[in-house]
């Protein structure tokens, strides 16, 4: 019953944006914290940005990535901007239940299964 479904993964030339979303179902995900991942090609996954009462952010994406939330529609965006090579991967949406933002796969218990996010040159 309990989905997240990411959207809006692409092709993109580096310097250009994209804007992903999760839609959440089967349960209201309001008082969660939510974050995005990615995986790039021969690497761990890792936390890219979160967000509960504020917003946290990965180093490599500070100033470029935001993340955002409508409690209501139960949906959270990913908007990138300024996008680089080394930004492609399959990005994930994921929830958990914890009331802190956390930067380990292993906090999160929900996950979406995930966008294909591409940056050519």
């Known amino acids: 019953q309990v989905q997240l479904i990411e959207s809006g993964g692409g092709l993109v030339q580096a310097g250009g944006s994209l804007r992903l979303s999760c839609a959440a179902s089967?349960?209201?995900?309001?008082?969660?914290?939510m974050g995005w991942f990615r995986q790039a090609p021969g690497k761990e996954r890792e936390f890219v940005a979160g967000i509960r009462l504020g917003t946290n952010y990965a180093d490599s994406v500070r100033g470029r990535f935001s993340i955002s939330r409508d409690n209501a529609k139960n949906t959270i965006w990913l908007q990138m901007n300024t996008l680089k090579l080394e930004d492609t991967g399959v990005y994930y949406c994921a929830a958990s239940s914890r009331t802190t933002l956390g930067v380990q796969p292993s906090m999160y218990d929900y996950w979406g299964q995930g966008t294909q996010v591409t940056v050519s040159s």
């Open positions: 089967g349960r209201s995900f309001s008082g969660y914290a």
